[in-house]
């Protein structure tokens, strides 16, 4: 089956830094990538939808501003979480697909903002 | 508009058999997920079915009937490890994202 990999898996940092989150597909070109967000308990939430190459689409409610996404090439997607705060803390959760529409998921990213 | 439903909690005993029910309504399709995510992990995939019937790999196997929007994730044989949420998800059409139902979380005990 398909890979997708994403680093850091887990990262601790300061309120008002910013974090990195790479996603790569290691075994697939991935035209796109979606980047999730779940809290302990509750359902994914699809935060947006990255192309190679074009701006990413975002989900109502969630800025694009503060979550940037840079989809640079077939298999890498980055997501950064700017001047985190403490309510940025959640399990950041990418997936990606190619040519067919089975989505898979990245590891994910447990972000802790102290 | 997008609604997915499923059982938020079903519980099983291991060795038994348990089926977890997913309806759908959705304004494209182009086919259905099942996803396993255990606690603390992100999702893994599962099953991916288009045309309708049972689709059966080991003990798990998917039914999917698109003319009444239904499909369901079958589990045979259980076992402990097999607990965890089990996430329906629907395809609309291209690359467009999945939509997700909230998921069943299962619970096998002895």
């Not at chain 2, 599962?46 to 994730?73: A, I, M, P, Q, T």
Request: with cysteine; glycine share 8%.
């Amino acid at each position: 089956g398909a890979v997708v990999s994403q680093h850091p898996s887990r990262v601790i940092c300061k309120s008002g830094t910013s974090v990195k989150i790479e996603c790569r597909s290691l075994d697939f070109q991935a035209t796109t990538m979606f980047w999730y967000r779940q809290f302990p308990k509750k359902s994914l939430m699809l935060m947006a939808t990255s192309n190679e190459g074009s701006k990413a689409t975002y989900e109502q409610g969630v800025e694009k501003d503060k979550f940037l996404i840079n989809h640079a090439s077939l298999t890498l997607s980055t997501l950064t979480v700017t001047s985190a705060h403490p309510e940025d803390s959640s399990f950041y959760i990418c997936s990606a697909s190619g040519e067919t529409d089975t989505q898979y998921f990245g590891p994910g990213t447990r972000l802790t903002v102290l | 508009g997008q609604n997915i439903d499923q059982p938020t909690e079903m519980t099983a005993t291991e060795g038994a058999i348990v089926q977890i029910n997913c309806t759908y309504q959705t304004s494209g399709f182009n086919g259905l997920f099942w996803y396993q995510q255990h606690a603390g992990e992100a999702p893994t995939f599962l099953s991916y079915n288009v045309l309708d019937g049972l689709e059966e790999k080991g003990r798990f196997s998917s039914f999917l009937s698109r003319s009444k929007g239904y499909s369901y994730l079958l589990l045979k044989e259980l076992q402990m490890k097999d607990s965890a949420s089990y996430l329906c998800a629907v395809s609309g059409s291209g690359n467009t994202p999945l939509v997700f139902g909230k998921g069943t979380r299962l619970s096998v005990i002895a």
